[in-house]
């Protein structure tokens, strides 16, 4: 029984994937926070480059990904794709499960994918510095490691609980050569603002957007990264179910269900929307993104026009969220702890076109283990978000008598997030269901978008 599927450096695609054109309908327009009119390519050019800009808003269902990235990509690129014959040996079902494995690009997930072009695009834009922010810390090391590889210097605001938790993360950052400050930090007024009210705050990706956001729009020779969320980053991961696609035709299968755990969107985008051009054209295929109870923006929070940071500096698209000063709780998935997520996944979901599901922080850790010692890969605590899920829609195929495939990513491994998995197993985690009060309660004071539906 063949267990990978491997794909060869000529077969890395040469176009990413843009799923735009193949949206039910218009997309909404973004708002400028300042005039609240829709952004012109002009109000972004202080924080992007113009060709980012002009994939941000491009209609063309494929873009050419330039020679000098793919020449990157190769180093990780195409990635495995995996039968999960152990796993599913050790969960007792009959679907054939499959996981394509994004944790073998040097900073160990599939943040790279974006990082690369955007590093890229930055340069021969005539960008000297990058700052950006990081949760968990995959996004921070994988702008250090692009940073690196282009000459920029870099500077990332990496959230406070997971600055003190995931040390290691800091220091891979630090060792590609990036300046990592604890957000809130004082460095900004968007920190000092949070730290007047909260000294002990423990940050939260909003807060670090707007350290983010304010550093690069007051410096001239600086620009702004974000790794998630965003049209051209969602575009970027494409590379993910290109690849998987393929693969499967090696192995002679395709899926009934794609999962992709979810924080901002990026790395479920990656894997999930080539797929969407499939539904489109008719095939049936369920497509299900799997995020935390104690974050849970697609299933809890509400569709509808919110600034994509605390401080209210950057645009105001319509997503679903949870308000944009929403506080969640220190869970170790620090790369799923956002209040909002992709305007193109939240098109997606309110259409129906893609299903959300949260999940428990113990049930994820138990999926993880399971995992780990059937496959022997340990995963990030992000990625274990798409094992429950992927478990769960085995054991409920076996419930109902039915074989399916099941496609899952597994975005990164955690060989620098040990502390999350020791505390497993010392029983000092919980599960959170964050409260419908305190959802209400940011959601309370979202921006006033009276000239747009």
Not at 348 to 369: H, M, N, R
Not at 440 to 448: N, Q, S, V, Y
Request: proline share 7%.
């Amino acid at each position: 029984m063949q267990t990978k599927f491997l794909l060869s450096e000529d077969q890395i695609p040469t176009h990413w994937y843009n799923v735009i054109p193949d949206l039910p309908g218009p997309m909404a327009p973004v708002i400028h926070p300042g005039t609240k009119k829709p952004v012109t390519p002009d109000d972004l050019l202080p924080l992007f480059p113009m060709g980012l800009i002009e994939q941000e808003v491009s209609r063309e269902r494929f873009i050419r990904i330039p020679d000098e990235v793919r020449e990157i990509y190769k180093i990780w690129r195409p990635s495995p794709l995996f039968r999960a014959h152990r796993l599913e040996k050790a969960i007792g079902t009959r679907c054939r499960i499959y996981y394509k494995y994004e944790g073998v690009s040097p900073a160990g997930s599939h943040k790279p994918n974006t990082a690369v072009p955007q590093a890229y695009y930055n340069k021969i834009f005539g960008t000297k510095r990058i700052a950006t922010e990081t949760g968990a810390g995959q996004w921070g090391s994988s702008m250090a490691l692009a940073s690196q590889m282009f000459g920029l210097e870099c500077t990332v605001y990496m959230v406070k609980v997971s600055f003190l938790q995931k040390p290691y993360r800091k220091s891979m950052m630090q060792l590609w050569g990036a300046e990592v400050i604890a957000s809130p930090s004082d460095r900004t007024n968007a920190g000092r603002g949070i730290l007047a009210k909260d000294p002990e705050s423990q940050g939260s990706l909003g807060i670090a957007i707007s350290e983010a956001v304010e550093d690069a729009a007051t410096h001239p020779d600086t620009r702004y990264a974000l790794g998630s969320v965003l049209n051209h980053v969602c575009m970027h991961q494409s590379v993910i179910g290109l690849e998987a696609k393929e693969q499967l035709k090696l192995a002679g299968d395709y899926p009934d269900v794609v999962v992709g755990c979810h924080g901002g969107g990026s790395n479920f985008a990656g894997v999930a929307f080539p797929f969407v051009a499939d539904k489109a054209a008719g095939k049936k295929v369920r497509l299900v993104a799997a995020e935390p109870a104690s974050c849970p923006t697609l299933t809890k929070g509400v569709y509808t026009f919110d600034f994509g940071d605390t401080a209210q500096m950057a645009p105001i698209a319509k997503m679903y969220t949870l308000g944009h000063d929403f506080m969640p709780p220190g869970i170790h998935a620090g790369g799923l702890r956002y209040h909002g997520a992709s305007p193109l996944v939240s098109q997606l979901v309110s259409a129906g076109v893609i299903e959300a599901k949260a999940v428990g922080q113990l049930a994820c850790f138990d999926a993880a283990v399971t995992f780990a010692r059937s496959e022997g890969i340990i995963p990030a605590p992000e990625s274990s978000h798409a094992i429950r899920v992927a478990i769960d829609e085995a054991e409920r195929a076996q419930q109902e008598g039915k074989e399916r495939v099941i496609l899952f990513n597994l975005s990164g491994h955690g060989h620098v997030d040990m502390a999350a998995y020791d505390a497993y197993f010392a029983g000092k985690l919980e599960d959170f269901d964050y409260p419908a009060d305190k959802v209400r309660e940011a959601l309370a004071r979202l921006p006033k978008v009276e000239s747009v539906g």
